[in-house]
């Protein structure tokens, strides 16, 4: 079993949704959750950054992690085409990782049309 | 901002050939990594590396080894390029820590025929 889970889709939402994205993860010592987004032909870039248990907002972005269930989710309000991109889970553990490592769900590829 | 920058966006390679994928960062990153990824298989680490000429295995090194000469570039060495290479290869750069986050570059898609 992968440490990181993550449905690859692809999710397609009209313009202006709700998009909900979701990880599931097996490792209880996992304390720094992040979601990249990485366009089509270039390099996942970071998007969000979240510490052990909570909500964190970015103007329509939404990081959420419930510790308790190994759950993290990535909300998109107003969603616009040009969020459509592949969006990657990734965290570490406090200690007890290998030197900064980041695991990675396999990414969940979203296409929002107008 | 940062910038990770890989040598060459595209890479035609015959097997058995010895390729190098190289990789230079300017934020004075400490850590350094190279993956593949893969449709349907994600992002997948090969080699780390956290200080010059120091290097850990990922979860598939074989048939990969890594060079770390100067802490801003890390080499990514096919000894004997085989065709289940072909990939998009990534390079990653973050500051020491278990928190910091990875910072990527735009990745070479290499086809080795």
């Known amino acids: 079993q992968k440490e990181v889970e993550q449905d690859p889709g692809p999710l397609s939402v009209p313009e202006g949704a709700i998009v909900s994205l979701n990880c599931t993860y097996s490792?209880?010592?996992?304390?720094?959750f992040m979601w990249y987004r990485q366009y089509s032909r270039k390099g996942p870039e970071l998007l969000m950054y979240?510490?052990?248990?909570g909500n964190k907002e970015d103007g329509r972005f939404t990081a959420q992690v419930d510790k308790s269930s190994k759950y993290i989710s990535l909300f998109i309000r107003d969603s616009q085409p040009s969020d459509s991109a592949t969006y990657l889970c990734?965290?570490?553990?406090?200690?007890?990782?290998?030197?900064?490592?980041?695991?990675f769900g396999r990414g969940t590829q979203l296409t929002v049309w107008p | 901002d940062v910038k990770v920058t890989q040598s060459s966006r595209y890479l035609v390679k015959r097997t058995g050939e010895k390729v190098f994928l190289e990789c230079v960062q300017d934020?004075?990153?400490?850590?350094m990594f190279w993956y593949r990824q893969d449709p349907g298989l994600g992002l997948r680490l090969i080699y780390f590396?956290?200080?010059?000429?120091?290097?850990e295995k990922g979860d598939i090194p074989e048939g990969y080894s890594v060079s770390r000469e100067k802490k801003e570039r890390f080499s990514l060495i096919l000894e004997s390029a085989s065709t289940n290479q072909t990939s998009m290869y990534l390079c990653?750069?973050?500051?020491?820590?278990?928190?910091?986050?990875?910072?990527f570059g735009d990745g070479t898609r290499l086809s080795i025929l």
């Open positions: 990653a750069s973050s500051f020491q820590g278990q928190h910091q986050p990875q910072h």
């Open positions: 490792n209880s010592a996992f304390q720094y």
């Open positions: 979240t510490y052990s248990s």
């Open positions: 990734a965290m570490s553990a406090r200690r007890g990782s290998t030197l900064g490592r980041l695991y």
């Open positions: 934020m004075d990153h400490e850590n």
């Open positions: 590396s956290y200080d010059v000429k120091m290097k």
